[in-house]
C-alpha cells in the first residue's frame, strides 16, 4: 500500500543529544515537510523540500536539521540547540500544490 | 500574505446534531486551493477535501458538506448527524499556486469538535 511512514512512533531523548526522526513515503511525491505541534495547537512548518537535494526553512527551523538525500526519504534531526523539543512531529508529502497527505506521526520527549 | 483563521476554537455537541465549522481565508492569488482535515485522537492528519478557487460548487460526501463562498472568502464544514466518531480537531488549509509551492501551504489553527453521546 503506498503511504507515509514515521519512526519510530514514541522517541524519548536525554538533554543535549541529538536524535533523529525517519520519514519514508512511497507516494513518489517530490515535495516533503515536516510540522510540529504542540499540546493544544495548529502545526507549524519545520523544514520543507521541493525535489532531491534540495530544503528550505520553515518558519521554526532553528534548532532542526534535515537531509534529502532520496525521493523517498526526508528525515529529520532534532539537535542539542532545540531548547524545547517536546512535541508530535509529524511528515508529510504532496504532488506541487495539491493536498498534503501526513504520516501518523512522532511523538518526542525530552527526560 | 495568505491566511486561515478558524474562530471556533472548541465546540461541544450532541450526538445527532448538525454542527458548521467556519473556516476564514485570506489571499492575494486568483488559483489558490483550500483543504479540511481531520485529526483523530490518535494524531494522524486525514485529508478530507481539496476546493480550487474556480469550483465554487458545494460539495456533499455522506455527512459531510462543504459551502464555499468566494464572496465572503470562507470555506465551510457541515457534519449532518454528528456521530461520537466525528470527535477530533478540523483543519482547514489554503495552498496558493505560486511558484514557490510548500512554504504557500497554510493551516489554520484547528477546531476541536466534541461530539457527547
Known amino acids: 500500500d503506498g503511504g507515509i511512514t514515521q519512526s519510530p512512533k514514541y522517541l524519548f531523548r536525554k538533554e543535549g543529544q541529538n536524535v533523529t526522526l525517519s520519514c519514508e513515503q512511497n507516494l513518489n511525491h517530490d515535495a516533503m515537510y515536516w510540522y510540529r505541534q504542540d499540546p493544544g495547537q495548529g502545526l507549524r512548518l519545520i523544514y520543507y523540500s521541493q525535489i532531491v537535494n534540495d530544503f528550505q526553512k520553515g518558519d521554526i527551523a532553528e534548532g532542526y536539521s534535515v537531509s534529502r538525500e532520496k525521493k523517498e526519504s526526508f528525515p529529520l534531526t532534532v539537535t542539542s540547540a532545540q531548547k524545547n523539543p517536546t512535541a508530535f512531529y509529524l511528515c508529510?508529502?504532496?504532488?506541487?500544490?495539491?493536498?498534503?497527505?501526513f504520516g501518523p506521526g512522532t511523538r518526542l520527549t525530552v527526560l | 500574505a495568505q491566511k486561515v483563521t478558524q474562530a471556533q476554537t472548541e465546540i461541544s455537541v450532541v450526538e445527532k446534531e448538525d454542527v458548521t465549522l467556519d473556516c476564514v481565508y485570506e489571499t492575494r492569488d486568483t488559483t489558490y486551493y483550500l483543504f479540511w482535515y481531520k485529526q483523530p485522537p490518535s494524531g494522524e492528519l486525514v485529508f478530507l477535501i481539496r476546493?480550487?478557487?474556480?469550483?465554487?460548487q458545494n460539495e456533499i460526501s455522506g455527512r459531510y458538506s462543504w459551502n464555499f463562498q468566494k464572496s465572503t472568502s470562507s470555506f465551510n464544514f457541515t457534519i449532518t448527524a454528528s456521530q461520537v466518531v466525528d470527535s477530533a480537531v478540523y483543519f482547514c488549509a489554503l495552498s496558493e499556486a505560486g511558484d514557490n509551492y510548500g512554504q504557500n501551504f497554510v493551516f489554520g489553527p484547528g477546531t476541536r469538535l466534541s461530539v457527547l453521546p
Open positions: 508529510a508529502s504532496s504532488i506541487d500544490v495539491l493536498e498534503q497527505f
Open positions: 476546493r480550487n478557487s474556480f469550483d465554487e
